[in-house]
């Protein structure tokens, strides 16, 4: 499962991504710091099952650490977007399609309105200009490809808009759906707008992170109006405050577990100072806002499931004999066969079957996985 972050330049969304995935990247306070896309392994958390089973796990490839698993995903950061880019302004197109890569999408905004459209510094600047601006960039981008495709009939077209879209992952049944709903065979310009709109609906769905929460005025009323003025959901963050806990943690400075930090090791006065102002942020927000941001993302709007796939259902071991060694992420309507696949391609061909390890019973084929489920798969 993929993830892409994406908004307007000088938002802090490689800084996000730093704090996400702990990867080296460029943060600067300037307009275009990222070019190329930075790529890397970010975590969500799930309560390891291994308590209830009374078991330790022996963690492959999600790590383990207090009970929690720490399960991988791609995450991709890509170029700020400006207005018109789909028309080749600013880094242009080029991001557009990187940021396509991800079956997810984050869109960074600075709720503290103190940098404008160009990523300048800026008092008051309405984010909601951003959230309008890049929702249209995308748009314009996308009805712009399939403007140039030509059919005869709608199975055609399907067919056509799917190639001129490959790589940018929508679904081939979205694609068909949305040329019944909106009988887009007579290409009529208003009818193209609200396809596109569906397929981006239906197969881009995004959060927003209404970043630098630290340094906003006012934010509860911030956050009201812009819930009024649109359909997604806006979780409040810092990034940055995030990034200073992750950068001290990896120094072995402190011990976070997402909510509160606990100072282990001597620090000097200038740490120290950090610190406290990270300590502020958390006792007035409760949390930095980037678990939250997340979990919303991956379990309310995406309903990905968590699993755990194991050979043995008493034993809940791999053929290795190692305890619940792996967890993957899911997409919300995958099956047991589909774990199959992500399992092994081997795997996948002998399938016969998959066991419920909580209940022993067997599972119906085409029955979507719960989260947190643990899997036999029989072959
Ligand atoms: N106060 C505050 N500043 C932040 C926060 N997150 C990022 N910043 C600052 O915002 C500036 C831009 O951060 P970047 O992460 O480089 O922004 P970006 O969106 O990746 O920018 P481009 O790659 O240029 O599009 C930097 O000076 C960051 O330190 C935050 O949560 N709070
Ligand atoms: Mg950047």
């Known amino acids: ?22 990867e080296e990247v460029e943060i600067a306070d300037r307009p275009f710091t990222t070019i190329d896309p930075n790529r890397g392994i970010a975590y969500v958390k799930i309560k390891c099952p291994e308590s209830e089973f009374k078991l330790k796990c022996n963690p492959h490839n999600a790590p ?11 995450l991709i950061d890509v170029a700020g977007l400006v207005k018109g880019a789909s028309k080749g302004r600013g880094l242009g197109n080029k991001f557009l399609t990187d940021a396509m890569e991800a079956d997810a999408l984050i869109q960074v905004i600075d709720i503290s309105g103190k940098t404008n459209e160009a990523g300048e510094k800026a008092e008051n600047y309405d984010p909601a200009e951003d959230i309008r601006m890049v929702k249209g960039e995308i748009a314009a981008w996308i009805t712009g490809l399939i403007r140039k495709v030509k059919a005869r009939d709608d199975e055609e077209l399907a067919l056509s808009i799917y190639k001129e879209l490959s790589g940018l992952r929508f679904r081939y049944e979205t694609i068909k759906e949305g040329i019944k709903r909106f009988q ?20 881009k769905k995004m959060i927003i992170a209404c970043n630098k929460m630290d340094i906003t005025e006012d934010l509860e009323g911030k956050l009201k109006e812009l819930r009024s003025k649109f359909d997604y959901t806006f979780i409040p963050c810092s990034a940055e405050a995030e990034l200073t806990i992750k950068e001290a943690e990896r120094h072995g400075f402190v011990r976070y577990d997402g909510k509160r930090f606990e100072i282990i090791k001597e620090i000097n006065k200038q740490q120290r100072d950090a610190l406290d102002i990270i300590a502020k942020i ?53 099956t047991p066969k589909d774990l199959a696949e992500k399992v092994h391609t081997e795997v996948a061909k002998n399938y016969k079957g998959a066991i419920d390890c909580r209940t022993g019973l067997k599972i119906r084929n085409d029955k979507p996985i719960d989260n947190g489920q643990i899997i036999k798969i029989i072959v």
């Open 1 to 22: 499962m993929k993830v892409g972050i994406i908004g307007r330049t000088n938002v802090g969304k490689s800084t996000l991504f730093k704090a996400m995935t702990m």
């Open 64 to 74: 383990c650490i207090d009970g929690i698993r720490y399960v991988p995903f791609e």
């Open 184 to 203: 887009l065979h007579r290409l009529d310009e208003d009818d193209l707008d609200d396809f596109t709109s569906y397929l981006l609906t239906s197969d």
């Open 282 to 334: 958390l006792d007035k927000f409760g949390s930095t806002g980037v678990d939250t941001l997340i979990n919303e993302l991956v379990f309310k709007i995406m309903n990905w499931k968590v699993v755990f796939p194991v050979a043995d259902e008493k034993k809940l071991t791999d053929s290795q004999g190692r305890v619940m060694p792996d967890a993957y992420i899911m997409a919300a309507d995958a």
